[in-house]
């Protein structure tokens, strides 16, 4: 599975934003995706995740009512709308997608887009 990321960019602080990631190859089997984001000097973080039990959406506490997560099942898509953003929202943003094969699980990440928040 490959994962294709676009959007992101600069923006200044209260802007807004929208990351788009495409799944494709083998998607028959995803069970999960989301985004995360990892800035400099920190560690990788989950800032939204839908699976496929039950549908619902896990936002991190810092982007709840500001970030938006939509899936597209049928197209195998997703989007990030992000508004009010904040400089500390500035990080590397990650498409991910989680499958279940061959009786394991398997993990897939895009190659990252840049959001860049001024103030």
């Known amino acids: 599975m490959q994962l294709a990321e676009s959007g992101g960019g600069l923006v200044q602080a209260g802007g807004s934003l929208r990351l788009s990631c495409a799944a494709s190859g083998s998607t028959c089997w995803i069970t999960a995706m989301g985004w995360y984001r990892q800035a400099p000097g920190k560690q990788r973080e989950l800032v939204a995740l839908?699976?496929?039990?039950?549908?619902?959406?896990n936002y991190a506490d810092s982007v709840k009512g500001r970030f938006t997560f939509s899936r597209d099942t049928a197209k195998n898509t997703i989007a990030l709308q992000m508004n009010s953003l904040k400089p500390e929202d500035q990080a590397i943003y990650y498409c991910?997608?989680?499958?279940?094969?061959?009786?394991?699980?398997?993990?897939?990440w895009g190659q990252g887009t840049q959001v860049t928040v001024s103030s």
């Open positions: 839908i699976d496929n039990d039950g549908g619902n959406t």
């Open positions: 991910y997608a989680k499958e279940f094969v061959s009786g394991r699980y398997w993990e897939y």
